[in-house]
């Protein structure tokens, strides 16, 4: 990379690492290497964060996760996980239909009660 392109990538940085060319050289490609691993951590966190939501809209109807995807694979139903997370969370009538459905296709799932709703400060009374 030539100075030009350095000092380019490096705007915005602080103190020399964006006047001095060492140090701007240096730094750059450091940031350089963060935003390619942060590429590969990103889909990652967004995969975990689907995954949290699709757990907790399976649990208000009383299933868990795992049985729920289990139950879905067994109805060969293919939506995918950013998908569900968005059912979930938008779409609860939907949602619950597809519980119904993985519930019916799993038999873990059919003797799972669900736990009763808590009342703010009626349960502390």
Not at 14 to 19: D, E, I, W
Request: glycine fraction near 6%; proline fraction near 2%.
């Amino acid at each position: 990379m030539n100075k030009k392109e350095v000092f380019k990538l490096a705007k915005g940085f602080r103190g020399r690492a964006k006047n001095c060319i060492r140090i701007a050289r240096e730094r750059v490609e450091k940031a350089l290497q963060y935003s390619y691993r942060d590429r590969r951590n990103k889909k990652r966190d967004m995969r975990s964060l689907w995954i949290e939501r699709i757990n907790a809209g399976t649990r208000v109807h009383g299933v868990n996760y795992g049985n729920f995807m289990h139950g879905l694979v067994k109805e060969n139903i293919q939506i995918n996980r950013k998908v569900l997370s968005e059912l979930s969370m938008h779409e609860p009538y939907s949602f619950k239909a597809l519980v119904d459905v993985s519930r019916t296709a799993f038999p873990g799932n059919k003797n799972v009660t669900s736990t009763p709703k808590k009342e703010g400060l009626s349960m502390l009374v």
